[in-house]
């Protein structure tokens, strides 16, 4: 140990070091009192004598690389000067995370395994203002986040609710809420009808993401909040019928899907007023707050469930009428219609409800019918 | 749609730790949208220990009802869908009154931990706080404004409790008493809106008081670790007349037990309430530690209250700021009786050594006023700053005033004397 000896007689003058060794396994020499700085290479220096030679270096953590070791020790060599004032600090600290985020990132990761507080603090803060106030997307894009939310794996419909409750006050319109969703075809290795449905309603889906896309400028809303169940959109891109007073049979994929009111409130105009919100599922917001809703919690008049979908859609621009189930043969349509409508509901119910259908469906295929289920959605069928 | 490449994404692989530092320092409605960012992202808010509420969480709207609606069910869904402990539950909303979800609320945070509760609702019907509020055994912090407060009778207090402050609170008088005394490790105290309240404080570890409101009697029975305290009394009949009729030295009740005070605010009637009574006389209590004194509304006719503000002047030896706001009429007359009350009760040797700052605001130039500047600049060495603003309707009294002020001999060399005019 006679390093260890010739470190203890080194003359006054010399500064003490310590040795740090990386990951990498490059070994390098930083002065005491910087590296005491960083708690966990303390500790080691204390509690288990280490670091004092280049054979007894201080293994670092390996989230710790060269370049984010050599920002910690500015940092550390800045702040372990007692002397300096708050305001010091201040202006030091801002400049020093002006760097792009994936370093921001990393550094917070290696400060945080040397238990460096203050500064992983600091850091925190600055990721914190990078994310406040962004869009999904855009923080996906700074981040490198991977887009992978679908809206048929099960659970994403709470959180997705729950987010998508808070429109963002810019520009927010109903291109978010589809984007959000993958919108990706899904393997039908079975044949499984609804999943053929689902597929092509995705593909509706996008189709109608590209028109908004051209469209965006035109819709012009108080709120700037659209939020719709994917019935809502179903019906939409098959299009209305404005003019009619009854729905007929060849455009029975339309689905007057009401908003769901609060379960236990008041079915009545006033609680369906501007921000009416879904327990689950995509949001369904009154675009503004003259319209309002009779709701009817089953089978109930067409003509007042016709006037309100006017009112909603009046602002929308005219879409192609698309119908792409002309070549099933109507038997099988009805069958698969009734799917769509079973599985559009469930996509809106209640979680704790969809949990009990989604348990109960080995054994019943049929739709449940529920009329009543505290959120009222009207099914409406029409042969 | 793009796929984002897994190994660049440098951020959703961070400890959990850090996410969350990151997302308490979020807006939680900032917070809760990380959710729909990714998979992975999907439930990293759900353990957040802190959720903060407020109006910003949900879309604005001039209309009442939307927002309440929209924010119940967003924090019951907020609530509904946490995991874990949460320590911290802060509400504070203009919007939002009574209704049941609130109960609700309450009842999921007892059963989770709750640590520190903000509860802050509209004006309108008050809240009344439901019997679970009482089992959340680990409270360190409390803060109820407009809320009605009644704990059972089997309520033992709060045994971590730090820190209360209760705001526009309807409580029985005798629940504020016990409440406080059966809270060993309060801290912090401050009482808001009361009135008519007789007062008795019972608070070994108490340091931070805050009383505003209609007093009718304070008592600061047991409270020796007492650091700063602001009081604020406002005035009303009975409590006037209760007054007339005391006869307990009330200085003493409130200043005779707190040896470590630091800093001492009153406003409005504080200084009256203060000179009530028998006179405490030259009494031994120093106030060693007392470095800022503020006393608002001191009016400066009144013999005794200019007698409180003398007496605690100068037994606190190591006094640094002191500022004083006077309230006198100013159709008083110019010639005072008892000029002379000066050199009776001051003693000649007192000397402020560490007085660095006076601020006098409000004066109106009645001769008492005069006489304390005077005392004050005569017996201050260190004095730096003299900053003096008459009142703003006080137009010829001002140049007298300025003369006199200009004879009065000063300790200090460097005391500058600054006479603020609007």
């Avoid at chain 1, 590296?35 to 670092?60: D, Q, R, T």
């Avoid at chain 1, 109608?208 to 939409?236: Q, Y």
């Avoid at chain 2, 409440?179 to 008519?196: A, M, N, R, T, V």
């Avoid at chain 2, 006489?371 to 309707?393: D, Q």
Wanted: aromatic fraction near 8%.
């Amino acid at each position: 140990m006679s390093e260890v000896e010739m470190a203890v007689i080194k003359p006054e003058m010399m500064k003490s070091y310590i040795w740090l060794q990386t990951a990498d396994g490059a070994i390098q020499q930083v002065e005491q009192e910087v590296a005491m700085f960083c708690p966990l290479i303390c500790h080691e220096v204390i509690h288990k004598g280490m670091g004092s030679s280049k054979n007894y270096a201080i293994s670092l953590p390996q989230r710790v690389n060269p370049a984010m070791l050599s920002l910690i020790l500015d940092y550390c060599r800045f702040h372990q000067v007692p002397g300096r004032s708050n305001k010091e600090r201040k202006s030091f600290d801002e400049k020093f995370i002006r760097m792009d985020t994936k370093r921001l990132c990393e550094l917070t990761s290696a400060a945080d395994s040397l238990q460096l507080k203050p500064l992983v603090d600091l850091t925190s803060r600055a990721l914190a203002r990078i994310i406040e106030g962004k869009s999904p997307e855009e923080i996906r894009e700074i981040f490198h986040l991977p887009d992978d939310l679908t809206e048929v794996s099960g659970a994403c419909g709470n959180c997705v609710c729950l987010a998508s409750q808070f429109p963002y006050v810019y520009n927010f319109n109903i291109d978010y809420i589809l984007q959000e969703e993958k919108l990706e075809p899904l393997k039908n290795t079975t044949d499984d009808p609804r999943i053929r449905l689902l597929n092509r309603l995705y593909a509706k889906k996008r189709k109608e993401l590209k028109e908004r896309e051209k469209l965006k400028n035109v819709e012009v809303e108080e709120e700037r909040v659209d939020e719709r169940s994917v019935d809502d959109l179903l019906s939409f891109i098959n299009g209305k019928e404005r003019d009619s007073k009854v729905i007929k049979s060849s455009k029975n994929k339309k689905k007057h899907r009401r908003k769901k009111d609060q379960p236990k409130n008041t079915c009545s105009n006033e609680a369906t007023k501007t921000h009416k919100q879904e327990s689950n599922g995509l949001n369904l917001v009154c675009l503004s707050a003259e319209v309002g809703y009779k709701f009817r919690p089953d089978l109930g008049e067409s003509s007042n469930v016709q006037n309100v979908e006017d009112d909603i859609f009046v602002r929308k621009v005219d879409f192609e009428d698309v119908d792409v189930d002309d070549e099933i043969d109507p038997a099988l349509k009805e069958k698969i219609d009734r799917e769509v409508e079973d599985f559009a509901r469930r996509l809106n119910s209640d979680w704790p409800e969809r949990m009990q259908e989604i348990l109960s469906l080995g054994q019943d295929m049929r739709p449940l019918h529920h009329s009543i289920n505290g959120n009222g959605t009207i099914t409406k069928y029409a042969k | 749609m793009h796929v984002g490449d897994v190994a660049e994404d440098f951020i959703s692989d961070l400890p959990q730790s850090i996410i969350e530092n990151i997302l308490t320092r979020l807006p939680i409605r900032d917070a809760v949208r990380t959710s729909i960012l990714s998979t992975k992202w999907r439930y990293k808010w759900s353990t957040l220990t802190q959720l903060v509420f407020d109006e910003n969480c949900v879309t604005p709207s001039n209309d009442r009802a939307p927002v309440e609606k929209s924010l119940v069910k967003f924090i019951t869904h907020a609530l509904f869908l946490h995991q874990g402990p949460i320590h911290k539950f802060q509400l504070s909303t203009a919007r939002l009154q009574c209704c049941p979800d609130i109960d609700q609320w309450l009842l999921f945070l007892s059963r989770n931990d709750i640590r520190e509760l903000v509860l802050e609702l509209g004006e309108g019907e008050w809240f009344r706080v439901p019997s679970c509020l009482f089992n959340c055994k680990k409270l360190t912090r409390l803060e109820l404004f407009r809320c009605e407060f009644d704990p059972p009778p089997t309520f033992t207090g709060f045994s971590y409790l730090r820190s209360l402050n209760l705001h526009q609170v309807l409580v029985a008088p005798e629940v504020i008493e016990s409440l406080i005394s059966s809270c060993p490790l309060l801290e912090s105290l401050s009482l808001s809106y009361f009135d008519s309240l007789d007062l008795n404080i019972r608070a070994p570890n108490l340091k931070y008081l805050c009383l505003e409101g209609e007093f009718k009697d304070i008592c600061l029975e047991n409270t020796p670790l007492l650091v700063a305290m602001s009081v604020a009394m406002y005035m009303t009949d009975d409590i006037a007349e209760h007054f007339e009729q005391s006869s307990s030295c009330n200085f003493l009740k409130i200043l005779g037990g707190v040896p470590r005070l630091e800093r001492l605010v009153g406003y409005i009637y504080f200084t009256k309430y203060l000179s009530i009574g028998d006179d405490p006389g030259r009494f031994p209590i120093t106030y060693s530690h007392l470095k800022i004194i503020e006393l608002y509304q001191v009016s400066f006719e009144d013999m005794k209250e200019i007698l409180v503000v003398i007496r605690l002047v100068t037994n606190s030896p190591n006094l640094e700021e002191l500022q004083i706001s006077g309230s006198s009429n100013t159709l008083a007359a110019i010639e005072a009786p008892d000029l002379d009350f000066w050199e009776k009760e001051c003693p000649s040797d007192c000397s402020f050594e560490q007085l660095r700052l006076v601020k006098m605001t409000d004066i109106s130039g009645v001769p008492h006023e005069m006489e304390f500047i005077k005392f004050l600049l005569r017996n201050s060495p260190v004095l730096e700053i003299m900053s003096i603003t008459p009142c703003a309707f006080l137009t010829e009294r001002k140049m007298n005033m300025l003369i006199e002020l200009v004879r009065f001999r000063r300790a200090s060399a460097q005391a500058e004397i600054l006479f603020i005019q609007n």
